[in-house]
């Protein structure tokens, strides 16, 4: 299938994450994706881990697919010449330069939009444009723990964790994609651009939001619940004898049919445990005899027994079992790199049915000189 987003130029001056990120989307997706980076050594992200292939780390290929690599010295009038050359045709630019250096450089939004009207400006930063830390630098552990997400997951009475994905830097990519993408279709009938602002700190909110919305409407201070959740129970995951089961009982009809497999029928007539409210007032007695019921039993038996009852649960799986699980195969979200030996995790959407492919490797520094700056 041919991409939807071919014929869209994006220009991306990306490092390490975010920015490469928002990129990488807009490659599967079928744009023509122009990384610009420095001469010397180019997107950090290149050397942040062992060399996996061609000298570059594993994430950098992870991020970079489909791209091409031009290098520009942006210190240089002739470096920012060139970089207003390939805005001409560009529909987009996207950076997560260090707050303050765009425009150091006499490439921040206001010049940028102003010599090319038409372009989508797309600014990633730390902490947001505006404001006393618009300046301020930041990475994604950094983020999760100064926008609250690190105090809400863990266990109960453990410290602060962060997660373990880089949800912050990687939901601003995808901020600045939707942002991105609206614009574009805005341009559609006015014939402008405009500017696109995102951030860590405001991904990090967001991520945080329900938390935030309970204190600020009802002064509720959140609580850290490791597999659990606030306001159902039980939802949470339970020891088999072989590893642990997510059980979701979502509602009371739920938990009737849960009660009846661990032989506790009469749980749903004890008004300690016959509503959720009530379940929940009462879950320091309840969860533990769930746990000593369910530590006797192997995973895989009560996984059958539980879905054939229809109360919703799922193995806590490692990720070689998540990668042999029967549905992960089906999606085909692991891909081959074109010209590569090696796969990786594609995007998590399908148009018609088919998931956009990969349009091929990470880019050797500097690689598409030629082809897109000309000269020697």
Same mark, same amino acid.
């Given at each position: 299938?041919?991409?939807?987003?071919?014929?869209?130029?994006?220009?991306?001056?990306?490092?390490?994450?975010?920015?490469?990120?928002?990129?990488?989307?807009?490659?599967?997706?079928?744009?023509?994706?122009?990384?610009?980076?420095?001469?010397?050594?180019?997107?950090?992200?290149?050397?942040?881990?062992?060399?996996?292939?061609?000298?570059?780390?594993?994430?950098?290929?992870?991020?970079?697919?489909?791209?091409?690599?031009?290098?520009?010295?942006?210190?240089?009038?002739?470096?920012?010449?060139?970089?207003?050359?390939?805005?001409?045709?560009?529909?987009?630019?996207?950076?997560?330069?260090?707050?303050?250096?765009?425009?150091?450089?006499?490439?921040?939004?206001?010049?940028?939009?102003?010599?090319?009207?038409?372009?989508?400006?797309?600014?990633?930063?730390?902490?947001?444009?505006?404001?006393?830390?618009?300046?301020?630098?930041?990475?994604?552990?950094?983020?999760?723990?100064?926008?609250?997400?690190?105090?809400?997951?863990?266990?109960?009475?453990?410290?602060?964790?962060?997660?373990?994905?880089?949800?912050?830097?990687?939901?601003?990519?995808?901020?600045?994609?939707?942002?991105?993408?609206?614009? $574009? =279709? %805005?341009?559609? /009938?006015? *014939?402008?651009?405009?500017?696109?602002?995102? !951030?860590?700190? &405001?991904?990090?909110?967001?991520?945080?939001?329900?938390?935030?919305?309970?204190?600020?409407?009802?002064?509720?201070?959140?609580?850290?619940?490791?597999?659990?959740?606030?306001?159902?129970?039980?939802?949470?995951?339970?020891?088999?004898?072989?590893?642990?089961?997510?059980?979701?009982?979502?509602?009371?009809?739920?938990?009737?049919?849960?009660?009846?497999?661990?032989?506790?029928?009469?749980?749903?007539?004890?008004?300690?445990?016959?509503?959720?409210?009530?379940?929940?007032?009462?879950?320091?007695?309840?969860?533990?005899?769930?746990?000593?019921?369910?530590?006797?039993?192997?995973?895989?038996?009560? $996984? =059958? %027994?539980?879905? /054939?009852? *229809?109360?919703?649960?799922?193995?806590?799986? !490692?990720?070689? &079992?998540?990668?042999?699980?029967?549905?992960?195969?089906?999606?085909?979200?692991?891909?081959?790199?074109?010209?590569?030996?090696?796969?990786?995790?594609?995007?998590?959407?399908?148009?018609?049915?088919?998931?956009?492919?990969?349009?091929?490797?990470?880019?050797?520094?500097?690689?598409?000189?030629?082809?897109?700056?000309?000269?020697?």
């Amino acid at each position: 299938m041919t991409g939807v987003l071919s014929g869209v130029r994006v220009v991306e001056l990306g490092q390490v994450l975010a920015g490469p990120f928002a990129g990488a989307i807009f490659a599967d997706l079928g744009a023509d994706v122009i990384k610009v980076e420095k001469p010397d050594g180019g997107d950090d992200a290149r050397r942040m881990g062992p060399d996996f292939r061609h000298g570059d780390a594993l994430n950098f290929h992870e991020f970079n697919r489909g791209k091409k690599s031009v290098t520009l010295d942006l210190k240089s009038p002739a470096g920012v010449a060139a970089l207003h050359g390939l805005l001409n045709d560009a529909d987009i630019m996207l950076h997560n330069l260090r707050p303050g250096a765009a425009e150091a450089l006499g490439i921040g939004a206001q010049a940028v939009t102003a010599r090319h009207p038409h372009l989508i400006y797309c600014e990633m930063s730390a902490f947001g444009h505006i404001g006393p830390e618009k300046l301020r630098p930041g990475y994604e552990p950094l983020l999760q723990a100064f926008g609250g997400l690190s105090s809400i997951t863990g266990e109960p009475d453990g410290p602060p964790v962060r997660m373990g994905a880089s949800v912050v830097d990687q939901g601003t990519g995808l901020w600045t994609v939707l942002g991105a993408l609206a614009m $574009l =279709e %805005r341009r559609h /009938r006015t *014939g402008r651009g405009g500017v696109v602002n995102t !951030s860590l700190f &405001e991904t990090a909110l967001l991520w945080a939001g329900q938390k935030i919305s309970a204190y600020v409407n009802m002064g509720k201070l959140p609580e850290r619940h490791a597999s659990g959740h606030p306001n159902l129970t039980p939802y949470e995951a339970f020891d088999a004898t072989d590893g642990p089961v997510l059980v979701c009982c979502g509602n009371d009809r739920l938990f009737a049919k849960f009660a009846a497999e661990l032989g506790h029928e009469e749980w749903v007539s004890d008004e300690r445990f016959s509503t959720n409210r009530a379940r929940l007032k009462h879950k320091a007695l309840l969860l533990p005899m769930i746990a000593a019921l369910m530590r006797i039993t192997p995973r895989a038996e009560w $996984l =059958e %027994r539980l879905a /054939r009852i *229809g109360v919703p649960c799922a193995p806590v799986n !490692s990720i070689p &079992e998540v990668l042999a699980e029967p549905q992960t195969q089906a999606l085909g979200m692991v891909q081959p790199v074109p010209g590569e030996d090696f796969s990786l995790v594609a995007m998590p959407l399908s148009f018609n049915g088919e998931r956009p492919r990969m349009a091929g490797p990470a880019p050797r520094l500097g690689a598409h000189n030629r082809e897109i700056l000309g000269g020697g």
